[in-house]
């Protein structure tokens, strides 16, 4: 969209339109990760899970007593907490996490794995990898693996400081 009569200025400025070469990077982002997360998400429907099911299984694992307060556990999977709630009210009734209460702060709750859910991310990680490789990393060479997460690590931390 350019130069459209009837701009309204942001910030009192008029828009900064984005150049051919910004346009087809921003939507080439954009597809990449879309079409990339359909695609694992897919894959991880087989095993019965989603793609938010298996981020919260992950955390979980690599948390000490896997297990994490929930509000921690929102903020690693950039979730509200209205949402993560929800979310375990499923994996709760897949039998994949628990909740138990803080003992220090009656008003926290801890998600936990359950043996289940360990089991589960113990049988899904090698596969999920596996496709992990396949649709990304061995498309890429090492070179523009390590520009490729140069180039998003300024995006991260600028929204990382926005939170």
């Known amino acids: 969209m350019r130069g459209q009569s009837g701009e309204r200025p942001v910030n009192g400025e008029a828009p ?3 150049t051919s070469i910004e346009q087809r990077a921003w939507r080439t982002h954009l597809a990449a990760h879309k079409l990339l997360e359909h695609r694992l998400d897919r894959e991880l429907q087989t095993f019965g899970l989603s793609l938010n099911d298996y981020e919260i299984l992950v955390n979980l694992s690599e948390s000490p007593g ?5 509000s921690d556990l929102a903020d690693a999977t950039i979730q509200s907490r209205s949402r993560l709630s929800h979310q375990i009210s499923r994996m709760e009734a897949a039998d994949l996490v628990a909740r138990e209460t803080c003992p220090d702060d009656r008003r926290g709750t801890f998600a936990v794995l359950t043996e289940h859910g360990w089991a589960t991310i113990q049988k899904v990680a090698p596969e999920h990898v596996a496709g992990v490789r396949r649709h990304f ?6 070179d523009q693996l390590r520009e490729l997460a140069a180039a998003y690590d300024p995006v991260v931390d600028h929204l990382k400081n926005l939170r």
Do not use: A, N, S
């Open 16 to 18: 900064r339109w984005l």
């Open 137 to 142: 990393i061995d498309l890429l060479t090492d």
């Open 66 to 70: 896997h297990r994490m307060r929930m």
